[in-house]
């Protein structure tokens, strides 16, 4: 079935550092893609998505490209702050019916100052 | 204006009970979900109804019935809570399925 491997954490970067979260993905079908943030003691909230081939989704400073040919979505962050420590989750949903958003593990992001 | 909120946020209960979640969400979306967050973080998604119809039901103990009086409402009621259902459980809502969905801010279960 379709799945999402997410590169295992937790990340540790100092402030203004360069940040890629590794994302990449097994799908039969056309899956849109997305990643949600969790902030310590939140919910989660919707950072980027992209639904399809290509897209680049973009969201306060974070980007990620849709590349079906290398199956991945990584997320990339040019100067990380202290305030984007949280857990990032990589998801797909295979756009069928009877489904719903498929989760990687979580990666969990430590920014010092 | 919260747009899927659940309610309680933190719950503190006894092995044994029944306990409630709800869930409403004032988007006018037409599919709503449980997912399930464990103590290593992953999420798992428990359940999907669509216009009050039952559409996912993945592989969950029988304890745990959804139940949707309209669209905009999807609760959770666990039987004979286990120490096991620690966790964090999420609500969330879609237009369609497969769609972007959004989240509520998750209920804190603690079974002691």
């Known amino acids: 079935g379709d799945s999402v491997t997410q590169m295992e954490g937790p990340v540790t970067l100092s402030e203004e550092a360069f940040l890629t979260i590794n994302c990449t993905y097994t799908?039969?079908?056309?899956?849109?893609l997305f990643w949600y943030v969790q902030y310590p003691g939140e919910g989660l909230q919707l950072l980027l998505k992209a639904t399809k081939a290509d897209d680049k989704g973009c969201n306060k400073g974070f980007e990620a490209t849709f590349r079906k040919e290398t199956t991945s979505f990584h997320l990339e962050k040019g100067s990380v702050q202290v305030s984007d420590s949280a857990v990032y989750f990589c998801a797909l949903t295979p756009n069928q019916a009877g489904t719903a958003l498929i989760f990687g593990k979580g990666t969990t992001l430590s920014v010092s100052s | 204006d919260t747009a899927v909120s659940q309610t309680p946020k933190y719950l503190v209960t006894q092995m044994g009970n029944d306990k409630s979640i709800k869930c409403e969400q004032n988007?006018?979306?037409?599919?709503m979900y449980w997912y399930k967050q464990d103590s290593k973080k992953f999420l798992k998604i428990m359940f999907s109804?669509?216009?009050?119809?039952?559409?996912i039901n993945e592989t969950v103990p029988n304890r745990f019935s959804p139940k949707s009086p309209d669209k905009a409402h999807l609760n959770l009621h666990i039987n004979s809570l286990e120490l096991g259902d620690s966790a964090v459980y999420f609500c969330?809502?879609?237009?369609?399925?497969?769609?972007?969905?959004?989240f509520g801010e998750g209920s804190w279960l603690t079974v002691v």
């Open positions: 969330a809502s879609s237009q369609e399925t497969g769609i972007t969905i959004y």
């Open positions: 799908a039969t079908g056309y899956p849109s």
């Open positions: 109804y669509n216009n009050k119809e039952l559409i």
């Open positions: 988007l006018g979306h037409d599919t």
